[in-house]
Nanobody, 128 residues
Framework: QVHLVESGGGLVHTGDSLTLSCVAA????????MGWFRQAPGKEREFVAA????????YYADSVKGRFTCSRDNAKNTMYLTMNTLKPEDTAVYYC?????????????????????WGQGTQVTVTS
């Protein structure tokens, strides 16, 4: 059974940094693309970042480009999202996602949500 667990969320101030982790179990996650999404209160879930199977290619939403970095350690079955210069508008529940079989970040960006594996989410709150 595929299992993704996010951690690292919390309450921070504007300008602070935070790193989220997503530990994967129950599948060959070192061979597939993974990504991060977020959902703010009253809004739809939106794409944040994606990373290919090897970690050598990444893709970001314009709203986080230059501030967030997505990385992975396949030896630990773990993906990270390092968030710098956080803003109140970054406040959301952050979700980890994995493609069942796709290897490129397009497998995350273009996939229907129902076609991805999801974690349960971790809350990030940025106060001004």
């Amino acid at each position: 059974q595929v299992h993704l667990v996010e951690s690292g969320g919390g309450l921070v101030h504007t300008g602070d940094s935070l790193t989220l982790s997503c530990v994967a179990a129950g599948g060959a996650f070192s061979n597939v693309a993974m990504g991060w999404f977020r959902q703010a209160p009253g809004k739809e879930r939106e794409f944040v970042a994606a990373i290919n199977w090897s970690g050598h290619a990444t893709y970001y939403a314009d709203s986080v480009k230059g501030r967030f970095t997505c990385s992975r350690d396949n030896a630990k079955n773990t993906m990270y999202l390092t968030m710098n210069t956080l803003k109140p508008e970054d406040t959301a529940v952050y979700y980890c996602a994995a493609s069942p079989t796709g290897t490129t970040f397009g497998s995350i960006v273009q996939a229907p949500p129902a076609n991805l594996h999801w974690g349960q989410g971790t809350q990030v709150t940025v106060t001004s």
